[in-house]
């Protein structure tokens, strides 16, 4: 049974930084592509950023202003995937999800397979 599970959400001042974590069950990470994903207060879903790994780590971000700024990182032994989130702005401020797509053919988009129940991230001074 393929489960995520999100965590490290919270209030964070602009410009600060959070790292989120996504625990992953009952799937290998490198068989799937992994997104991390955003819904701020009644606007819709969007991709921040979502990594292949099994098509040689493509990445692909939801945004010019995500490029600079979210980074997406593993820990194979936990498995784990980490968005480390720099330089936050208010406009970042939304509820972010971690999503899973496996076999036959792993994809990165909105209607990904599995998704975890999500951890609020709050910029504000």
């Known amino acids: 049974q393929v489960q995520l599970v999100e965590s490290g959400g919270g209030l964070v001042q602009p410009g600060g930084s959070l790292r989120l974590s996504c625990v992953a069950s009952?799937?290998?990470?490198?068989?799937?592509?992994i997104g991390w994903f955003r819904q701020a207060p009644g606007k819709e879903r969007e991709m921040v950023l979502c990594?292949?790994?099994?098509?040689?780590?493509?990445?692909?971000y939801g945004g010019d202003s995500m490029k600079g700024r979210f980074t997406i990182s593993r820990d194979n032994a936990k498995n784990t995937v980490y968005l480390q989130m720099d330089s936050l702005k208010p406009e970042d401020t939304a509820v972010y999800y971690c999503?899973?797509?496996?076999?036959?053919?792993?994809?990165?988009?909105?209607?990904?397979?599995?998704r975890g129940k999500g951890t609020l991230v709050t910029v504000s001074s």
């Open positions: 999503a899973a797509d496996g076999p036959p053919v792993p994809a990165c988009y909105l209607g990904m397979e599995y």
């Open positions: 009952g799937f290998t990470l490198d068989s799937y592509a």
């Open positions: 990594i292949n790994y099994s098509d040689d780590g493509s990445t692909y």
